[in-house]
């Protein structure tokens, strides 16, 4: 390599790469977690293994340079595949560009410039289709026409996405769990997936909906009035199915209790203690009690009696759920 001459371009290529291997990890914390936990999702996509993103969603200044980076064919590509899933073992790769999947024709959806949109919308529309049915999947590859057939495995129906953001956020809106870039940076390893199947445990107990039939106020005033009960048994609940969660995808369970551990005390502890969530140290000693229940539990998968109990309303009964620290 030659020396860097005058007003050379920044190394675009080395941020792609970045973005590539986050991606890549979240992606394959929720192919864990969303495969593992199939048996306790009443809503299944087929499961491919296929980590995709659009020349849409790149700011314009990047995005020639993510074209020719990324080798984008058509505005969607494949940035990762999950090592040995689905679409791996049909012969996929990283930087093949797609052109359909199933009948999903990618040239026919549109995307707003700076968005994610027609990648959602691809999402979205895959996650429709049967979820054990073979898939064909036509790409192009380095200019060449591929085409394979993927055997999905059933996965939860759900999206996993990573926000680049200089805050700690994790969020679930029933359909989708997305946490940020620094969270996910931070809480390296099995802590931020405690975080992730919390926010998955949200959206497969479908929480949102019942929060919703109970007539209560998203945002702001979330932690008020009579709203406070019903966003706590939620997040109880949460907190419990995430134990089984994680050991069903083979993850320590005791990596929640350790998250909450170290954030806790940092970020939701005295004025920053939120309302609508209850003390961190009895999130603490409720996780320790449920892990102690999943350990002696002989039935694989794990199955929490949460997921029985899913399309019932809530009763905003949240302290029976809570095992207050001692
Ligand atoms: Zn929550």
Redesign the pocket.
């Known amino acids: 390599m030659g020396a860097r001459v005058g007003e050379a371009a920044p190394d675009d290529s080395a941020l792609f790469e970045q973005l590539r291997a986050s991606d890549l990890e979240m992606a394959t914390i929720g192919w864990r977690l969303a495969s593992a936990n199939a048996p306790l999702c009443d809503r299944l996509e087929p499961g491919l293994g296929l980590q995709l993103h659009t020349l849409d969603q790149f700011a314009s200044q990047l995005r020639d340079s993510a074209r020719s980076h990324f080798k984008f064919a058509t505005p969607v590509a494949i940035e990762g595949v999950i090592p040995d899933g689905p679409a791996a073992q049909a012969g996929l790769r990283p930087d093949d560009s797609v052109v359909r999947i199933g009948p999903v024709d990618i040239a026919a959806g549109t995307g707003k410039p700076g968005t994610t949109q027609r990648l959602v919308a691809v999402q979205l529309a895959v996650a429709q289709l049967p979820p054990t049915q073979p898939i064909e999947i036509a790409a192009i590859r380095d200019g060449a026409p591929l085409t394979v057939t993927v055997q999905p495995i059933p996965a939860c129906r759900s999206r996993f996405e990573l926000e680049l953001a200089d805050n700690f956020s994790a969020s679930a809106d029933g359909s989708m769990v997305q946490v940020s870039s620094k969270l996910l940076e931070t809480y390296r390893g099995d802590r931020v997936v405690a975080a992730i199947a919390?926010?998955f445990s949200?959206n497969i107990l479908h929480h949102r909906d019942r929060l919703e039939a109970r007539g209560v106020t998203f945002g702001m005033l979330a932690g008020f009035g009579g709203n406070v009960k019903y966003f706590r048994q939620?997040?109880i609940q949460?907190d419990i199915l995430s134990v089984y969660l994680l050991a069903n995808a083979g993850y320590d369970p005791k990596a929640a209790p350790d998250f909450w551990r170290d954030f806790g005390p940092k970020y939701a502890g005295g004025m920053f203690r939120s309302r609508s969530h209850p003390y961190w140290r009895d999130r603490v000693a409720t996780l320790e009690a449920e892990i102690a229940r999943v350990q002696a539990d002989p039935q694989r998968p794990h199955v929490s009696k949460l997921i029985a109990e899913r399309d019932q309303p809530l009763d905003g009964d949240w302290q029976a759920l809570l095992v207050r620290k001692r």
Do not use: G, K, Q, S
């Open positions: 919390h926010e949200h939620t997040e949460a």
